[in-house]
């Protein structure tokens, strides 16, 4: 099963908390506690396909909430944004930016 980590956790980072405690607990040890997939069924006492399958639908659920909300997408143009404005030399721009810094 091909996975981009680092995007699949971002994923987890932003929407994680719309799984199930079941859900959230397995991606937690895949992706944070860096545990197999065999390791992983070991320890709940399931199969490694039962593993296998449940993060692979939880993933997709987590992909349908990005393409429905976007929010990964807009927090990168957001930031993008602000790494142009902090290269302006303004007082006004600064001040937006430290009220926009503090809401991140």
Do not use: C, W
Not at 60 to 68: G, I, P, T, V, W
Not at 72 to 100: A, G, R, V, Y
Request: aromatic share 6%; hydrophobic share 35%.
């Amino acid at each position: 099963m091909p996975l981009d980590r680092e995007y699949d956790s971002l994923l987890l980072d932003y929407y994680g908390e719309l799984l199930t405690k079941h859900q959230q607990e397995i991606l937690d040890e895949y992706f944070n506690e860096d545990l197999s997939m065999n390791e992983i069924a070991d320890n709940l006492m399931i199969s490694k396909s039962a593993v296998q399958d449940l993060i692979k639908r939880s993933l997709a659920q987590l992909n349908d909430y990005e393409k429905r909300l976007k929010l990964i997408k807009k927090d990168k143009q957001l930031s993008e944004i602000l790494e142009q404005m902090k290269k302006e030399n303004n007082e006004l721009l600064d001040s937006f930016i430290q009220k926009i810094e503090r809401i991140k």
